[in-house]
């Protein structure tokens, strides 16, 4: 009985310690994210430029302090197009969900690495997806009527990440999960990642202090995820509710 008590002890403590090394390792990343450069960030956007260009068929230079700059230049793949964020919260959500999963048992160290690589190699497919958007949307010249162009390309981003992200998600439960995928329940856990890392960690840094921009970005990622989710949720709901009236009705 001890031997059990003092191993359940130890598994305990490796999972805290699992723990505490995930979120270490986010805010580490989030604080050099904070002051990097691009000359920094090459290792994100080096083979993020490389998709773009094969996906679009645009060239790109690498201009130190600058970014990779277009052939044309009148686009930069540059820092804000790293999406670090995206990496921190895709990092977050796998490592959080495995876990939650464990809850209080070891889930192996090799899980934190696993994760990682998992979460950079999304980034990267999500970058892509992105800027490859922004770009077909400046060659179309797309516009929407009562926004800007840096409004129509800040939704352009939250939809892109958040929707690769809450694919993720999805794809990871239907791989590792037996159990059926609940889309009403499911889509709570990134929507909450998502929410801290873009809002949570700013707004703990104080960056509320920017103003007006700050609040309508804010509006922007708080309304945006809650769009993209509640029809698959409101859908299974109708299902459910649905089928519970048959089954009443027998």
Not at 10 to 30: E, H
Request: include cysteine.
């Amino acid at each position: 009985m001890k031997f059990g008590m003092n191993f359940g002890m130890k598994q305990k403590l490796i999972w805290g310690a699992q723990l505490l090394l995930v979120a270490l390792c986010a805010l580490a990343l989030k604080f050099y994210y904070s002051t990097a450069t691009p000359d920094d960030l090459r290792w994100i956007l080096a083979p993020t430029t490389l998709l773009v260009e094969l996906l679009s068929g645009e060239r790109f230079e690498f201009e130190s302090y600058a970014g990779y700059m277009s052939s044309d230049r009148r686009f930069v793949i540059a820092v804000p197009c790293a999406g670090v964020n995206f990496l921190i919260a895709a990092f977050l959500m796998l490592a959080l969900r495995r876990l939650w999963r464990e809850r209080f048992r070891s889930a192996g160290w090799t899980m934190i690495p696993l994760t990682a690589v998992l979460a950079y190699v999304a980034t990267l497919v999500a970058n892509t997806a992105r800027i490859w958007l922004a770009l077909e949307m400046r060659a179309r010249s797309v516009e929407v009527s009562g926004l800007t162009n840096n409004q129509l390309h800040r939704i352009e981003g939250i939809v892109v990440y958040f929707g690769f992200l809450l694919s993720l998600f999805l794809l990871v439960e239907r791989f590792e999960s037996a159990r059926p995928l609940h889309l009403a329940r499911l889509p709570v856990f990134p929507v909450l990642i998502y929410y801290a890392v873009t809002l949570g960690i700013p707004l703990a840094n104080g960056s509320f202090r920017q103003g007006s921009a700050f609040w309508e970005h804010s509006i922007f990622v708080l309304v945006l995820p809650v769009l993209i989710v509640a029809p698959p949720a409101a859908w299974y709901a109708w299902r459910r509710v649905s089928h519970n009236r048959r089954l009443l009705a027998r």
